[in-house]
């Protein structure tokens, strides 16, 4: 809820509010009836329509965390307000804006002191921070917030009394997160978090599915894991994130219970970095790459029906924009129809490489040599890899994490078709001679994996 105070003629004040996400079509009819719900008993409010119009019409929706009222030199009050995503360090912009003429500001350092105090989000993470001259001070992270960010702000603040702190930054971060995140490895109570990256038609959602009947916890209203955000009514780009974002939302998601979390349309250019932000475990299963394109294009072609199901073969499914095919709604429980708002690519060529660089999302990439390598390294620094057509591996995955998988395989291909229809196998490999590649080095990981755990791979056998 985002607030105001307004001034009526008699010096009487009321506060304006505004839902967090609310559009108003015509800001000039909202604030029409607001002054009409005002009455004459302040007197003549008619001026007022404007300023209120101006304000319901503005494009910070924001919610305000945190507002304090203060004192200008000229004997005025004014309010002076944090929002999400905001930090107390812009608050000496919003003091500054206070001033004007012959009106000076007040202590920025006081105001920022004073917001501090009254942010209304849950503190997360509390430490006792040693200071220059010996005393110490408690800096604290909220709901919302990343370590960085909280430790910036909080030495901001004590160099008002302990001098330049900005080098100390790191120092108080890792404090923070290590106040959240510092049993999380070696928990005896709790799972480690788990991040399954999901490949389009390799069995994922079974993996998914067997992970919640195992009592692995889901972001609410998620798609297969995939978080989703209630207020702006869209998925959650992950994949976007920074290391310090991404121990932010590890950070919201454990304290909640959460501790599964799947990647499907893209993955993280900075694989190692985020890896390395938060202990956690990291999964995925990989098909042969021919039979995961077939079975998408029979998958969609079924399911979206929006292509002509006479003439249209794998060449033209290859070469066809995300737009064209790719499923722009997803209905969730309780939740309206979202859409999605970026393209997919796992249609296109050397969809392995791609979405292990971080391509998954960017139409048309270029993919190379170096990103094979990347991919590579990724996969060896995986938990856990699994090869669908692997039966020995399947069954690793299942006694590591406690889950029983569904073993049926469901043909959605129509009887009177078959795959050489859709792509000859032999043009297929050679437009994907990249990924063609990774499948058959990440058989061997697992042939290594299986032999260190005793078992006998069973790929290519059949």
Same mark, same amino acid.
């Not at 608050?91 to 003429?101: D, F, I, K, S, Y």
């Not at 095919?325 to 490489?353: A, D, K, M, W």
């Given at each position: 809820?985002?607030?105001?105070?307004?001034?009526?003629?008699?010096?009487? !004040?009321?506060e304006?509010?505004? &839902?967090?996400?609310?559009?108003?079509?015509?800001?000039?009819?909202?604030?029409?009836?607001?002054?009409?719900?005002?009455?004459r008993e302040?007197?003549e409010?008619?001026?007022?329509?404007?300023e209120?119009a101006g304000?319901?019409?503005?494009?910070?929706?924001?919610?305000?965390?945190?507002s304090?009222?203060?004192?200008?030199?000229d004997?005025?009050?004014?309010?002076?307000?944090?929002?999400?995503?905001?930090?107390?360090?812009?608050?000496r912009? $919003?003091?500054?804006?206070?001033?004007?003429?012959?009106?000076?500001?007040?202590?920025?350092?006081?105001?920022?002191?004073?917001?501090?105090?009254?942010?209304?989000?849950?503190?997360?993470?509390?430490?006792?921070?040693?200071?220059?001259?010996?005393?110490?001070?408690?800096?604290?992270? !909220?709901?919302?917030?990343?370590?960085?960010?909280?430790?910036?702000?909080? $030495?901001?603040v004590?160099a008002? &009394?302990?001098?330049?702190?900005?080098?100390?930054?790191?120092?108080?971060?890792?404090?923070?997160?290590?106040?959240?995140?510092g049993?999380?490895?070696d928990?005896?109570?709790?799972?480690?978090?788990?991040?399954f990256?999901h490949?389009?038609?390799?069995?994922?959602?079974?993996?998914?599915?067997?992970?919640?009947?195992?009592?692995?916890?889901?972001?609410?209203?998620?798609?297969q894991?995939?978080?989703?955000?209630?207020?702006?009514?869209?998925?959650?780009?992950?994949?976007?994130?920074? *290391?310090?974002q991404?121990?932010?939302?590890w950070?919201?998601?454990?304290?909640?219970g959460?501790? $599964?979390?799947?990647?499907e349309?893209?993955?993280?250019?900075d694989?190692?970095?985020?890896?390395?932000?938060?202990?956690?475990?990291?999964?995925?299963?990989? !098909?042969?790459?021919?039979?995961?394109?077939?079975?998408?294009?029979?998958?969609?072609?079924?399911?979206f029906?929006n292509?002509?199901?006479?003439?249209?073969?794998?060449? +033209?499914?290859?070469?066809?924009?995300?737009?064209?095919?790719?499923?722009?709604?997803?209905?969730?429980p309780?939740?309206?129809?979202?859409?999605?708002?970026f393209?997919v690519?796992?249609n296109?060529?050397?969809?392995?490489v791609?979405?292990?660089?971080?391509?998954?999302?960017?139409w048309?990439?270029?993919?190379?040599?170096?990103? $094979?390598?990347?991919a590579?390294?990724?996969?060896?620094?995986?938990?856990?890899?699994?090869?669908?057509?692997? =039966?020995?591996?399947?069954?690793?995955?299942?006694?590591?994490?406690?889950?029983?998988?569904?073993?049926?395989?469901? &043909?959605?291909?129509? !009887?009177?078709?078959?795959d050489e +229809?859709?792509?000859?196998?032999?043009?297929?490999e050679?437009?994907?001679?990249?990924?063609? +590649?990774?499948? =058959?080095?990440?058989?061997?990981l697992?042939?290594?994996?299986? *032999? *260190? *755990?005793?078992?006998?791979?069973?790929?290519?056998? =059949?």
């Amino acid at each position: 809820m985002a607030r105001r105070e307004v001034e009526l003629p008699d010096g009487a !004040r009321v506060e304006l509010t505004r &839902n967090v996400g609310k559009t108003y079509v015509d800001a000039w009819e909202a604030a029409g009836a607001f002054v009409e719900g005002l009455g004459r008993e302040h007197g003549e409010v008619g001026h007022l329509r404007a300023e209120v119009a101006g304000w319901y019409g503005a494009g910070d929706w924001r919610e305000v965390v945190a507002s304090v009222l203060v004192d200008l030199s000229d004997g005025a009050r004014a309010w002076v307000e944090m929002r999400e995503g905001q930090t107390v360090l812009e608050a000496r912009a $919003l003091v500054e804006g206070l001033e004007g003429g012959s009106i000076e500001a007040p202590d920025w350092i006081e105001v920022a002191e004073l917001l501090v105090a009254s942010d209304r989000r849950e503190v997360v993470a509390r430490v006792e921070v040693e200071m220059p001259d010996g005393t110490s001070a408690w800096a604290e992270m !909220r709901d919302g917030q990343t370590a960085l960010v909280a430790a910036e702000s909080f $030495l901001r603040v004590m160099a008002r &009394n302990h001098g330049d702190l900005g080098h100390r930054r790191e120092e108080v971060a890792d404090l923070l997160d290590a106040e959240v995140f510092g049993d999380v490895a070696d928990s005896t109570t709790r799972r480690v978090p788990l991040v399954f990256l999901h490949f389009s038609k390799t069995g994922g959602t079974s993996v998914v599915g067997a992970m919640e009947s195992g009592g692995r916890m889901t972001w609410p209203f998620s798609s297969q894991a995939k978080p989703f955000d209630s207020q702006t009514g869209g998925f959650l780009p992950i994949w976007t994130y920074s *290391a310090d974002q991404w121990r932010a939302f590890w950070r919201r998601s454990w304290r909640h219970g959460v501790d $599964l979390v799947e990647l499907e349309w893209d993955f993280f250019a900075d694989f190692r970095e985020k890896s390395a932000a938060v202990p956690s475990d990291w999964v995925t299963v990989l !098909r042969d790459p021919y039979a995961r394109f077939v079975s998408s294009f029979w998958f969609f072609r079924r399911s979206f029906g929006n292509f002509d199901h006479s003439t249209q073969d794998g060449w +033209e499914y290859m070469a066809t924009t995300p737009g064209s095919h790719v499923p722009q709604q997803y209905r969730l429980p309780g939740i309206r129809t979202v859409l999605s708002s970026f393209p997919v690519s796992h249609n296109e060529p050397n969809y392995y490489v791609k979405v292990l660089n971080g391509l998954g999302t960017t139409w048309g990439a270029e993919v190379g040599p170096v990103h $094979l390598e990347h991919a590579k390294a990724v996969l060896r620094s995986f938990t856990t890899v699994a090869i669908l057509e692997d =039966r020995a591996s399947m069954a690793r995955l299942e006694a590591r994490y406690g889950i029983v998988l569904g073993h049926e395989n469901k &043909n959605i291909r129509p !009887r009177d078709r078959t795959d050489e +229809e859709v792509m000859a196998r032999e043009d297929f490999e050679r437009l994907n001679a990249l990924d063609m +590649e990774l499948y =058959r080095y990440a058989v061997e990981l697992v042939a290594a994996d299986g *032999a *260190a *755990a005793g078992d006998q791979s069973v790929v290519g056998s =059949r």
